[in-house]
């Protein structure tokens, strides 16, 4: 079992930063970690994927160079985290992080645990 946690969502203008972690208890070295996002009326996708072994990471084209996903292990607690930076108003979303088999998996299905979402809100 494997427990996520996100926070660090808000409402932040165009061009703006935001970090969003994720808290991460259980068996979480037997997956890779992610974030995927859903804005309103349209479908969950991915952001981007980490592999908790070696740190290789995965994005998708749309956050290519403005998101960098990494990893922390501090008293005994795995942190996942999403800097945003260039935040444009397309990124406004829940954002969710999830476990899953694969960091090379990019689709909602392929990924096991999910956390409760935390809402991001780019003003233009």
């Known amino acids: 079992q494997v427990q996520l946690v996100e926070s660090g969502g808000g409402l932040v203008q165009a061009g703006g930063s935001l970090r969003l972690s994720c808290a991460a208890s259980g068996r979480t070295f037997s997956y890779a970690l992610g974030w995927f996002r859903q804005a309103p009326g349209k479908e969950r996708e991915f952001v981007a994927s980490i592999n908790m072994n070696d740190g290789s990471t995965n994005y998708a084209d749309s956050v290519e160079g403005r998101f960098t996903i990494s990893r922390d292990n501090a008293k005994n607690m795995l942190h996942l985290y999403l800097q945003m930076n260039s935040l444009k108003a397309e990124d406004t979303a829940v954002y969710y992080c999830?476990?899953?088999?694969?960091?090379?998996?990019?689709?909602?299905?392929?990924?096991?645990?999910w956390g409760q979402g935390t809402q991001v809100t780019v003003s233009s």
């Open positions: 999830a476990a899953g088999g694969s960091y090379s998996a990019r689709t909602p299905r392929e990924y096991d645990y």
